[in-house]
């Protein structure tokens, strides 16, 4: 069964850290170019952080030098470490799989809050 499953979400106060993980089943992961998006409430999804099969990294402009995506191909699991959280970094992220076709997980809410 092919699946992603994210997980570390959560409530973070502004400053604080998380570190999410999505692990992947049933795909050959090692190929796969494994991205994080993130969706505001009545806003379109956007790209935080993708990492390709050959682990060369792109961010986007809002998170880059705060976030960062790492993989394990062993685990089949992609993380992000997400550092100096802000409250605009409030929103449900999603991890996908990319390699001849998308595939998305079911998402994990992050506030950041005090």
């Known amino acids: 069964q092919v699946q992603l499953v994210e997980s570390g979400g959560g409530l973070v106060q502004p400053g604080g850290a998380l570190r999410l993980s999505c692990q992947a089943s049933?795909?050959?992961?090692?190929?796969?170019?494994m991205s994080w998006y993130r969706q505001v409430q009545g806003e379109q999804r956007e790209l935080v952080a993708s990492i390709t099969n050959g682990t060369s990294t792109n961010y986007a402009d809002a998170v880059a030098g705060r976030f960062t995506i790492s993989r394990d191909n062993a685990k089949n699991t992609v993380y992000r470490q997400m550092n100096s959280l802000t409250p605009e970094d409030t929103a449900v992220y999603s991890c996908?799989?990319?390699?001849?076709?998308?595939?998305w997980g079911q998402g994990t809410q992050v506030t950041v809050s005090s």
């Open positions: 049933g795909i050959a992961f090692n190929i796969y170019v």
């Open positions: 996908n799989a990319s390699w001849r076709k998308s595939l």
